[in-house]
């Protein structure tokens, strides 16, 4: 079993920058591919950006985040981070965590993640 717990969420003004965080309970977190997905008002729930696991090097975001957010990890701390800079009122969602051993079908399916987080919420203004 894998809890993930993220933080980081809140209020910034358009053009702002907020760094999300996601804490992984277990002690294997480096065999886990990571991502982000995000849940915004009266939309679907749709992929950020993912992380592989130890021995991938593939880092993947959705196009309408590149340029401005970046994925990353931290395996000593059992970490996973969404730094957010440019931010834009349409990034206005609920963020998500999300895990799972490989293989994958897919990076940016959220059916092919087993555990995920509760969600913090991100609410930019202009």
């Known amino acids: 079993q894998v809890q993930l717990v993220e933080s980081g969420g809140g209020l910034v003004q358009a053009g702002g920058s907020l760094r999300l965080s996601c804490v992984a309970s277990?002690?294997?977190?480096?065999?886990?591919?990571m991502a982000w997905f995000r849940q915004g008002p009266g939309k679907e729930r749709e992929f950020v950006a993912a992380?592989?696991?130890?021995?991938?090097?593939?880092?993947t975001y959705t196009d309408s985040v590149k340029g401005r957010f970046t994925i990353s990890r931290d395996n000593a701390k059992n970490t996973v981070s969404l730094q957010m800079n440019s931010l834009k009122p349409e990034d206005t969602a609920v963020y998500y965590c999300?895990?799972?051993?490989?293989?994958?079908?897919?990076?940016?399916?959220?059916?092919?993640?087993?555990?995920w987080g509760q969600g913090t919420q991100v609410t930019v203004s202009s």
């Open positions: 999300a895990a799972s051993l490989p293989p994958l079908p897919s990076w940016s399916q959220e059916t092919a993640y087993d555990y």
């Open positions: 277990g002690r294997a977190f480096n065999r886990y591919a």
């Open positions: 992380i592989g696991w130890s021995g991938e090097t593939t880092i």
